[in-house]
């Protein structure tokens, strides 16, 4: 039985780890982010702020909108900027009519009519962006409320899923970030929306971590690695700090790395990490945490009973006379974690692609998505850290094949993912 559940787990970790559901079923390319800078426009009278008119840009990755207008494939499959810009302007109808039933904003209920001004190509994060401008006429004074909507990409269409619209705005003497999904599409001033985004934020930078594979599976070679809770909880600490510190100084645009360079070395840590763990594997260091009495039921203390040694392995230091000597990857670990850290921070605040103007709610925004990070992270150590533990008590023999197959598969896909980044 033992040997069937510990077969299983390796079968799940090569399945989770394997290239035919790796960059392609769960890297960032399967979620599209749109981005929206909302702000109140000139009134009809010319004076600035003076009336309800609304000024949006939208950002919408190129690729996805052309497919999205149903164009054809020298459409979406531009490159350059020239072309892609020759190609919006040729297809400016099909791209405004899309783009308008999907993005709408209202002033006291009443829909505002949309007018599209420029178009642009911009770069975000190595990828092209159709950047358009947009006037939007509404009726009314200037007293009163503005309703934004957002229905972009939506799963239905089947190019991408689960497509976010962070919104930045300035509008009815509010500023303030939002995100809007299919879930919670419109946003509305003057709903006291502090809390609200609070919410909003830590919500994507959770799902950020939980469905970014790459920092998934850095994170499980760390564990797999960590002999004792001192270890995990030191490790996690590093890996915080450092990627807080990069993720917060690039999202405000204090420090700026080309995601060529960001992407591939994030998958480089990922697959040092696992060679790093297969070595120890090999030379009987499997993370067995260093207690003698985990051996097998033979080697159990004497009068203990059968929750003893999971006890034990938990413990934060190990029992008197079961400390084995440090290895190099013992004390070189923390630094090591912290370099990678810095690197994976970056990497974070890639993905969530904010570039507005420094502001007290932009602040609060990163600083809930990197604690809606943090908690995921913390959930999953919570969780799978003892059950390697349980693994390793129960089946020690059996764990060193399970993690080994482990390591194997996820510094393959780490391989892979650094040459295929490099190659972009």
């Not at 769960?26 to 599209?32: E, F, G, K, P, V």
């Not at 919408?60 to 499959?77: G, H, T, V």
């Not at 975000?124 to 358009?132: K, M, N, Q, T």
């Not at 990922?270 to 060679?275: G, K, L, T």
């Amino acid at each position: 039985m033992r040997l069937r559940r510990s077969l299983a787990l390796a079968g799940l970790l090569a399945v989770v780890s394997s290239p035919a559901v790796g960059p392609a079923a769960w890297a960032h390319d399967a979620t599209s982010d749109v981005y929206a800078e909302v702000t109140t426009a000139s009134s009809s009278s010319g004076a600035e702020g003076g009336g309800p008119d609304v000024a949006a840009v939208l950002d919408l990755e190129y690729d996805l909108l052309m497919k999205s207008a149903w164009l054809r494939a020298e459409a979406y499959e531009a490159t350059g900027r020239d072309e892609q810009l020759a190609q919006l302007d040729e297809h400016e109808t099909e791209v405004d009519g899309y783009v308008t039933d999907r993005f709408a904003v209202a002033h006291d209920g009443e829909r505002c009519a949309p007018a599209l001004g420029s178009v642009d190509v911009v770069e975000r994060g190595e990828r092209a962006y159709a950047s358009l401008t947009y006037t939007f006429a509404c009726d009314g004074g200037p007293e009163g409320v503005h309703e934004i909507s957002s229905a972009l990409f939506p799963d239905a269409e089947s190019f991408v899923h689960s497509t976010e619209t962070i919104v930045t705005y300035a509008l009815d003497g509010e500023e303030g970030s939002a995100v809007l999904t299919a879930a919670s599409p419109t946003l509305t001033t003057g709903e006291h929306r502090l809390l609200k985004q609070v919410g909003e934020f830590f919500v994507l930078g959770g799902e950020h971590l939980l469905f970014g594979v790459d920092h998934v599976l850095f994170l499980l070679a760390l564990l797999i690695g960590a002999r004792r809770l001192r270890d995990v909880v030191w490790t996690a600490t590093a890996f915080t700090v450092a990627h807080s510190v990069t993720f917060l100084l690039a999202a405000l645009g204090v420090v700026s790395v080309p995601a060529i360079v960001v992407e591939p070395v994030i998958a480089a840590s990922i697959a040092v990490v696992a060679v790093v763990d297969l070595v120890l594997i090999r030379r009987g260091r499997d993370g067995g945490l260093g207690v003698p009495a985990l051996a097998g039921a033979a080697g159990a203390v004497p009068g203990s009973s059968a929750g003893r040694p999971v006890r034990d392995a938990l413990r934060w230091h190990g029992p008197a006379g079961t400390r084995e000597a440090p290895t190099a990857w013992d004390r070189w670990r923390l630094p090591v974690v912290f370099v990678f850290g810095l690197v994976h921070g970056v990497g974070f605040a890639g993905a969530l692609g904010i570039d507005a103007a420094w502001s007290w709610t932009l602040l609060l925004s990163l600083l809930s998505f990197n604690v809606g990070i943090e908690a995921v992270q913390l959930g999953l150590i919570a969780v799978v850290f003892p059950l390697l533990v349980l693994l390793r008590v129960r089946a020690p023999r059996a764990s060193r094949w399970v993690l080994g197959a482990g390591c194997a598969a996820i510094a393959a896909v780490a391989l892979w993912w650094v040459v295929e980044r490099l190659a972009g």
